[in-house]
Structures are given as structure tokens and as C-alpha cells.
């Protein structure tokens, strides 16, 4: 059973940092891209980053590009996403994804989702 289980969210400060980690399971997670996307609320989906199986290559939105660093670990079947600088417009629930690609159309669509996380930052 595929099983994408983020962990990391919570309430930070602006300027403040979080990282987020995905665990994976259930598949073969050095063959797949990983990705992160958000949403806030009453807003689409925005895919943030990705990062390919053997983290050669890597994927920011321009939103976040400069702050939020993608990485992973295929030893330990786990991908991160460590953000700095946090924004009040990075409130958004985010979810980790299991891919074949990078996501660098908004029309992209992962093969795995997790549940999502939700960040907060707030004063």
C-alpha cells in the first residue's frame, strides 16, 4: 500500500523557518520524482518544488525560489522541504508527490499524493 505521510507543519513567525519531511512507503521511492505543492485557502494548487529521482535535478516555483530548498534521501525513503524566510502568503496546506517528472506545468499530475500538512505563519 503507497503511503505519503507528511510531517513538519505548524505555526512559525514571519522570517521564521520550518522543514517539512515526507516519508514514503509502498513503492519503489528512488525511481520516482518528488514533489512538493500547496494550497491556501480558497486558492488553486501551486506546485512549489520537485526534485528528480537521484536529486540531479530540481524544480522551485518563483514564489519560493531563494527561500525553500528541496532535498531527499532515497536511503531512508524520505523527502524534505526546508523553507526560510517564511511569507504570510506561504500559509497553505502542503502535500508531498510521486512522480515520473519534475512538476514545471500547473497541469502536472503525480501518480502518489499524501494528506498534506498545514503551515501557518503568522505574527
Known amino acids: 500500500q503507497v503511503q505519503l505521510v507528511e510531517s513538519g507543519g505548524g505555526l512559525a513567525q514571519p522570517g521564521g523557518s520550518l522543514r517539512l519531511s515526507c516519508a514514503a512507503s509502498g513503492f519503489t521511492f528512488s525511481r520516482y520524482a518528488m514533489s512538493w505543492a500547496r494550497q491556501a485557502p480558497g486558492k488553486g494548487l501551486e506546485w512549489v518544488s520537485g526534485?528528480?529521482?537521484?536529486?540531479?535535478?530540481?524544480y522551485y516555483a518563483d514564489s519560493v525560489k531563494g527561500r525553500f530548498t528541496i532535498s531527499r534521501d532515497n536511503a531512508k525513503n524520505t523527502l524534505y522541504l526546508q523553507m526560510n524566510s517564511l511569507k504570510p502568503e506561504d500559509t497553505a496546506l502542503y502535500y508531498c508527490?510521486?512522480?515520473?517528472?519534475?512538476?514545471?506545468?500547473?497541469?502536472?499530475?503525480?501518480?502518489?499524493w499524501g494528506q498534506g500538512t498545514q503551515v501557518t505563519v503568522s505574527s
Open positions: 526534485i528528480y529521482k537521484d536529486g540531479s535535478d530540481t
Open positions: 508527490a510521486a512522480g515520473w517528472v519534475l512538476p514545471t506545468s500547473p497541469l502536472y499530475e503525480p501518480d502518489y
